[in-house]
Nanobody
Framework: QLQLVESGGGLVQPGGTLTLSCAASGFSLDYYAIGWFRQAPGKEREGVSC????????NYADSVKGRFTISRDDAKNTVYLQMNSLQPLDTAVYFC?????????????????WGQGIQVTVTS
């Protein structure tokens, strides 16, 4: 069974740091671009970051550039999203997703497999 599982979410104060992990089971991430998305209550799902299958190209939404870093460890079949300088507007459910298309898309329509999501709450 193909599965993506997010971990590392939780509650953090403004200015804090969290690192999300996206672990794959049932398939190898080697051939997939991996994206991170988020969805706040009442809002559409938005692309946050994406890394291509080689790990050489990344893409970030303007709202997180300079604060978030995406990386992958194919030996662990895991992709990470390090989130620094978190702000209340970053509060959302975060999802990881895998795409068999080449490129670093931030549009969810390009993605084939999705995790169940994990809550990130930034509040004082």
């Amino acid at each position: 069974q193909l599965q993506l599982v997010e971990s590392g979410g939780g509650l953090v104060q403004p200015g804090g740091t969290l690192t999300l992990s996206c672990a794959a089971s049932g398939f190898s991430l080697d051939y997939y671009a991996i994206g991170w998305f988020r969805q706040a209550p009442g809002k559409e799902r938005e692309g946050v970051s994406c890394i291509d299958n080689s790990g050489s190209t990344t893409n970030y939404a303007d709202s997180v550039k300079g604060r978030f870093t995406i990386s992958r460890d194919d030996a662990k079949n895991t992709v990470y999203l390090q989130m620094n300088s978190l702000q209340p507007l970053d509060t959302a459910v975060y999802f990881c997703a895998a795409s068999h298309y080449s490129g670093t898309y931030l549009d969810p329509h390009w993605f084939d497999y999705w995790g169940q999501g994990i809550q990130v709450t930034v509040t004082s």
